[in-house]
Each structure stands twice: as structure tokens, then as C-alpha cells.
């Protein structure tokens, strides 16, 4: 290799280090994401109510980031409720209901959903005001071409090529049919990813959640070239976007991903079921130990207060979880050092969920302990512990699983430590009292019980 073709390689290398590291989602990343409460039809006046309530309530305790999910680009009839959304072919293959998209073969907002997106605006104008509250911006996107483009043969920006030549179309999403994959040996693949990120910064997007990249299920596969596109094409756009990887991946693919991404999940899509967060700690303590600054698994959204206003799951309600339970999934994700990104509609938010989401010890686990990890899992009982930075302080989560109250406990020879601690209920912020060599508690079914050992 020549020097010259050598320096640049490794320059190349430093940006994208420093793209995907140290300066970009040092701590997981806190937020709002509109798919829980409003599916694919959440309104601009719905986004800014969670912005201003965001702004008011949530950003001096971390939160700063208001995600619009998926399908913001299709012309959901008002009041409409359709998850998956699809489009149809007409007798000429014209797709209806057509999706607002550019020249280039880009799409755009709904101006029905997103007035201020008329006159090709973007989502500028309303990251504009997300941006004047202090807070950042951020949107879904499904990977790939959308086929509506093929079909037109739209031209990519800055080349020669089409929609038609760089689109695999056997590359499909399975559940759903707006998109094809791009083949990324064809000349204009990248330059679309490309002109897509450098009109997405141009916007003032700060956050992009790509959809259809990993692996959920046996019918999916992680699409590691097109996961090093958008990377490239993030780095070439000059402005710091997190990139978050979904749905659910699978640890062989790992490297790739940590090294393409900030975020990726660790399941497929997470409701309020307690089937669904007891196995979520099988994730958990699969996936522990992985994070780190530049790159987290994400055990999935926040399912507190109301969900499902236009969809996606069964009907309108508040969360199905009790307050034990809602308490056992914020202390995991907590204790995991999940992202924690808001799932329900935030204006709605009852005094126990604002608690959950503004308890200051709580999120300070999330974004600065260390050495996180399963202590053990004897049946029901569960235990996580981890360390703060700097400190001799130890956090202790006690999780009971079964239907029983159950007591649960630790001995200190688990943690290498001994003697008298001071013992600081978290959730309750009272004295436990002085625990020596260990400690143990009656933790209600389904329940949990944090605490912070000090001496």
C-alpha cells in the first residue's frame, strides 16, 4: 500500500473511531420514542407535547432525546390506527398509497402528520424546535431503497445510477413492504446512503433508529454491508448522529455491529407482559458485561403510563404492569445499562411514573456504574449488583420473579467485600439500617428491591 493511500486509510479509521466512540453515547442514551404510544401515525402536535413535557419534567434528571418512529413519511388518514402499513400495486406496478419522497428517490415527512415538513422542509423545522428546548432529534428509518423509487427509476444524487440498478430486490423486509435492500456492490449504493444522511443532517437529526438490519428471527439475517454504509455515510456527513441497530441481533455479530453502531437490541419488540420482562432477564444476563462508552444493547423501550394511543398492540391503556413490576423493569434496565427511551405518551404521565423516570440514584446506575452483572439466579430469586466509579459504594438489586413474596438475599464474600455497610433503600430513599457480612429482604412477587451499600 502507498504511504499516501496508508495515512488516509488510517484517518479514515480515527473519524469513524471517533464517530462511533468516545464522543458519541458516552453514557446510554435517555429519551422519548413515539412507536409505543402512536405506532407509525404520531402527529407533529403529539411529538412537541412530548418535547415540551420532556423539557419541563425530564432534562435536568438526562433526557434529551425525542425520536419519531417509523412510517412518518406515509399518508396515514387522519385518526388512523394501521400498524405495518402497506402499500398496493396498480395494474401499471404504481405502489398507492404513494409515500411522500424526493427526486432522488428520499423520503420525506407527511405534511399531513407534519405540516411544517410543506414546501420540502424536512423535519428541519421541527428539529429546529426540539433543538430551542435544549433537547435532541431523532427519527426511524427502515433500511434500504423504497421500491416506490424503483419503480419510478428515480436517480440517485450525484450519479448516473438509478433506483433501479442499485436496489436488491430480493432483499426485502418481512413485515414491511416499502423497501427493497440495496446491493452495495453497485455504483450509486453508497452515494444513496450518502445523500440520504447528508439530507437527514441538513435536518439537524441527532439520533437515527434503522430498522430491518439484525436478525429477529430465523427468517432475518444481519445486513452487515448496509450497516457499514450508513456508518460511512454518518462519518462523511460531518455531523455526530447516534446510530441505533434494530430489531433484535444475535452476539455472533457482534463486532460488526459494535463497530458500525451505538445501540442494538438484545430482543424483539418488548410490551408490557411480565412473560415478556422475565425473559428479559435471560437477555440481560446474556448480553452483561458488553457495554460500553460508544455502544450499548438495548433491552427495548420503556413501557410505562399510556400506550398504544393509534396502536401498534392491542387497544388504548395505561401500562398492564403493577407498580411492583414497573419498578422491577426500570431497576433492570437500570442495572443492565439499557438505554432507557420512554414509550408512553409523556403528557399522560401519572406522579408514579414521573417518579420512576426522575428517581436520581436510579439513573445515575443507568449512566455510571460499573462492573454490572447477574450475581446469581437460584429459581425466582434473582440478584444483580454493580459498582459506582470512585467509590466503595456497591448497588444491590434484589428481583423476585415468582408469585409468592420470597425473601432474597447476598452474602458479602459473593462481592469480595466484608464488614459493616450502610444500607440506602433506593425506590423507598430511607435508611435500611447497617448490614454485616450479608444482607437479605422480603421482596414482594414480581417485585424488586435496590440498594446502595456504603462505607
Given at each position: 500500500m502507498k504511504v499516501?493511500?496508508?495515512?488516509?486509510?488510517?484517518?479514515?479509521?480515527?473519524?469513524?473511531?471517533v464517530s462511533f466512540?468516545?464522543?458519541?453515547?458516552?453514557?446510554?442514551?435517555?429519551?422519548?420514542?413515539?412507536?409505543?404510544?402512536?405506532?407509525?401515525?404520531?402527529?407533529?402536535?403529539?411529538?412537541?407535547?412530548?418535547?415540551?413535557?420532556?423539557?419541563?419534567?425530564?432534562?435536568?434528571?438526562?433526557?434529551?432525546?425525542?425520536?419519531?418512529?417509523?412510517?412518518?413519511y406515509y399518508p396515514h388518514p387522519p385518526g388512523a390506527k394501521v400498524s405495518n402499513a402497506p402499500q398496493f400495486r396498480l395494474e401499471d406496478g404504481a405502489y398507492v398509497p404513494w409515500c411522500t419522497m424526493d427526486e432522488y428517490g428520499r423520503l420525506l415527512p407527511d405534511v399531513t402528520k407534519f405540516p411544517s415538513a410543506k414546501d420540502g422542509n424536512g423535519f428541519k423545522p421541527l428539529a429546529d424546535y426540539v433543538h430551542s428546548l435544549g433537547l435532541k432529534f431523532g427519527i426511524h428509518i427502515m433500511r434500504g431503497i423504497p421500491r416506490q423509487a424503483v419503480w419510478a427509476n428515480t436517480k440517485i444524487?450525484?450519479?448516473?445510477?438509478?433506483?433501479?440498478?442499485?436496489a436488491d430486490q430480493a432483499s426485502i423486509c418481512p413485515w414491511l413492504n416499502h423497501m427493497y435492500g440495496l446491493d452495495l456492490t453497485?455504483?450509486?449504493?453508497?452515494?444513496?446512503?450518502?445523500?440520504?444522511?447528508?439530507?437527514?443532517?441538513?435536518?439537524?437529526v441527532d439520533y437515527i433508529k434503522m430498522d430491518d438490519m439484525t436478525a429477529d428471527d430465523a427468517n432475518m439475517v444481519y445486513h452487515q454491508a448496509e450497516?457499514?454504509?450508513?456508518?460511512?455515510?454518518?462519518?462523511?456527513?460531518?455531523?455526530p448522529i447516534v446510530l441505533s441497530l434494530s430489531p433484535k441481533n444475535l452476539k455472533k455479530d457482534m463486532p460488526s455491529i459494535k463497530a458500525n453502531s451505538n445501540l442494538s437490541r438484545i430482543s424483539g419488540d418488548f410490551w408490557d407482559s411480565w412473560k415478556q420482562l422475565k425473559q428479559q432477564f435471560?437477555?440481560?444476563?446474556?448480553?452483561?458485561?458488553?457495554?460500553?462508552?460508544?455502544?450499548?444493547?438495548?433491552?427495548?423501550?420503556?413501557?410505562?403510563?399510556?400506550?398504544?394511543?393509534?396502536?401498534?398492540?392491542?387497544?388504548?391503556?395505561?401500562?398492564?404492569?403493577?407498580?411492583?413490576e414497573?419498578?422491577?423493569?426500570?431497576?433492570?434496565?437500570?442495572?443492565?445499562?439499557?438505554?432507557?427511551?420512554?414509550?408512553?405518551?409523556?403528557?399522560e404521565n401519572t406522579p408514579f411514573v414521573l417518579q420512576l423516570l426522575t428517581n436520581k440514584d436510579v439513573l445515575d446506575i443507568d449512566q455510571h456504574s460499573i462492573n454490572n452483572r447477574q450475581l446469581y439466579r437460584k429459581d425466582d430469586a434473582v440478584v444483580w449488583v454493580s459498582?459506582?466509579?470512585?467509590?466503595?459504594?456497591?448497588?444491590v438489586a434484589f428481583f423476585n420473579l415468582g408469585d409468592e413474596p420470597r425473601e432474597v438475599s447476598v452474602n458479602f464474600s459473593d462481592l469480595g467485600i466484608k464488614g459493616s455497610w450502610q444500607v440506602k433503600d433506593l425506590w423507598k430513599q430511607t435508611t435500611a439500617g447497617v448490614a454485616k457480612n450479608s444482607f437479605k429482604q422480603l421482596v414482594n412477587p414480581h417485585g424488586t428491591a435496590l440498594f446502595r451499600f456504603t462505607r
Open positions: 499516501s493511500h496508508l495515512i488516509l486509510f488510517s484517518f479514515c479509521c480515527f473519524i469513524s473511531k466512540g468516545q464522543e458519541l453515547a458516552t453514557t446510554p442514551p435517555m429519551g422519548w420514542n413515539s412507536y409505543n404510544s402512536f405506532g407509525g401515525a404520531v402527529h407533529e402536535d403529539e411529538v412537541k407535547a412530548n418535547a415540551d413535557y420532556m423539557a419541563k419534567n425530564l432534562k435536568q434528571y438526562g433526557w434529551e432525546y425525542v425520536i419519531v418512529d417509523y412510517c412518518w444524487l450525484g450519479t448516473d445510477a438509478t433506483a433501479a440498478t442499485v453497485k455504483k450509486g449504493a453508497q452515494e444513496y446512503y450518502n445523500s440520504l444522511i447528508t439530507l437527514y443532517a441538513s435536518w439537524g450497516a457499514e454504509a450508513i456508518h460511512k455515510a454518518i462519518v462523511q456527513s460531518g455531523r435471560d437477555h440481560c444476563a446474556e448480553w452483561m458485561g458488553i457495554g460500553a462508552p460508544g455502544y450499548w444493547p438495548d433491552a427495548d423501550m420503556l413501557q410505562f403510563g399510556k400506550v398504544s394511543k393509534r396502536g401498534p398492540v392491542l387497544q388504548e391503556r395505561f401500562s398492564r404492569f403493577t407498580e411492583d414497573q419498578r422491577t423493569h426500570m431497576t433492570l434496565w437500570c442495572m443492565f445499562r439499557s438505554p432507557l427511551m420512554m414509550g408512553g405518551n409523556m403528557p459498582q459506582m466509579p470512585g467509590t466503595n459504594n456497591w448497588n
